[in-house]
């Protein structure tokens, strides 16, 4: 190859390296400020529910930004298709009885039922989170608050949990979550 070919061939190497470059730079950028744009950050599961966790502010034991619902304001929303309610407890509590049409995502969800979680809001005006008492949910309505920033949806807690909903007589699932994984299922 002559001196000029391979000059010529390392320029054109460099022009295709700096338009990848700039091309990745700019996805990155535009995925950034998306609504629906791809989350590039990790979450961590915690070990267990726990209070302490969701302590942010606002009155002791419950997280900045996140309502406290009685039973029968729940029970109002589960027919609205903008509201979406999440079930905190270990798959084996859901098996046992869930509020219909609930989805599971306990405190130990994984990564990607946490994100596919986040992905059901896009459409929704509200997250209802419930455990098995009310703190145990206020862990969970906090990191699903903090993975929406920006969307305009609220989260609330069915106070008193599950117990609660179930002392109140209201309508009940039950059946194997389809969409746990095994770790889920072992807890």
Known sequence: MSPATTRAAVTLGARALALVGVGAVLGLGVNAVHPRGIRFSSFSAP???SQAGAEQGG???RAADVALLSPAEVASLCADPTALVADARPADR??????VGAIHLPCT?????ATAAVDLLAARKMLVVYGEATEDALLVAEEMR??????????????GGFPAWSRAGLACASGPCTTCDGREADK
């Open 109 to 113: 969800s994984s990564q990607g039922a």
């Open 146 to 159: 903090r993975r929406s920033p920006g969307r305009e949806v609220r989260i609330a807690v069915l106070a």
């Open 47 to 49: 070990l267990a529910c």
């Open 94 to 99: 859901f098996a046992e009885g869930h509020v």
């Open 59 to 61: 009155a002791p034991g």
